[in-house]
């Protein structure tokens, strides 16, 4: 949970650190139960951005939060996890809550939670809710915890949903999101985006990646939104349901984005945050802001967005700091990224030779980020994660070696000007940030 030198902080948060991430059986009775005894704030939110998603989902906020922002609205955001401080997950009218009002808010909710057997998380999208139902504010962009269907936040309903994404689909969290269940989807992937999908809601314009998954994942989404009904804007050039396009990512520095809706091309400036896979992620939040009309967004307000946006730990170039000091001046990369598709999308942001240090969870797969950057890695060096249970360097293969923590990993790696990643799990990309002064605000 990380720690505070606010007492009243640190006391909600020993509090916190004795619940479960999420219980075993997800569902969204207790959640909804929580707030209705909080006087359901989730029905008083201002227009709602919900996006969901394996990888990329993150960014794709960021990316929201940046144009709304640009357009001059007041924005709360919600994300999870957080990567050095908890609060973090309460972006409140564009700053991060302070922490005498953290105390305040999650004393509230413990004490309506009584009884409930809540979750870590169910506690936090609750006291979320009270947040940014208090503030005035006038959009809110939500980031979906786990899923979707069953995600705490899946309480949210039409009358505040502006409009719900979905990023990059892969497969993680498999044992709560691969559970057996009757009348689910029984392929993985198929499964997966079936969750996913899960928030999708009566009248609310879904935006999907469409072309981009694996025909049984889009097929699984077509069945859900047609069930529930909601209008689905699908990237791509050939379905009925594709309403939105980005060109290829070898067309240069200006990105075209087609949508049908309105049937005309707009050009922008290349995101500023790093990877090809991040065009992608642009698009969808530019598709999302697109497909509703709840919030007016100029296209100056979505180029300067582009350009803003910012989202730690992912393909991020570490400033000058007390980490970077130990590099003889290369350059370091880190990034959160842990499973598969984080991997890809680390080896095409990056070219060339790199020094990998990574520290993985034990129940992630070891060739996730290795895997991909194949023989570009002139190093390994593995690092514990924090806190956590997490892969010894026999698992990386006989070329790993170990080294006690990150600042060890720096001192000892060859004297060359290859850049460095550190990357496999965001619990040790915050250590990172919090080691090299560059905790997020």
Known sequence: MGRSDDPRVQAQLDRLSTMSIQRDTLGLDAIRELLARLGDPHKRLPPVFHVAGTNGKGSTCAFLRAMLEAQGYRVHV???PHLVRYNERFRVAGKLIED????????????????LG???????????????????????VIEVGLGGRLDATNVLEPEVLAACGIAALGLDHEKFLLAPEDGVPQE??????????????????LVTLGEMYPLEAREAIHSVATKVRSPLFEFGTTSENSKWYCDDFNAGPDRLFFNHKVRKEYSYPAPKLKGPHQFTNAGLAIAMLRSQDMLAVTEQSIGQGMLSAHWPARMQHLGAGP???????????????????????????L????HLIIGMLDNKDPNSIAGPLGDRIRTITVVPVPNHDSHPASAFGPDARAAINVEEALLNLPADDFPVLIAGSLYLAGEVLKLNDEVPD
């Open 78 to 80: 919600s994300i999870s």
């Open 100 to 115: 005498a009002r953290l105390a305040e808010l999650l004393e509230e909710v413990f004490d309506a939670a009584e009884g």
């Open 118 to 140: 809540c979750s870590f998380f169910e506690v936090t999208i609750a006291a979320a809710f009270v947040e940014f139902a208090r503030v005035p504010a006038d959009a809110c």
């Open 188 to 205: 993985p992937m198929a499964r997966i985006a079936f969750e996913k999908a899960g928030i999708a809601k009566k009248g609310v314009p």
């Open 323 to 349: 980490l970077t000091a130990l590099t003889s001046n290369r350059p370091v990369w880190l990034d959160g990224g842990h499973n598969p598709n984080a991997g890809e999308a680390i080896a095409d942001a």
């Open 351 to 354: 070219s060339g030779p790199v």
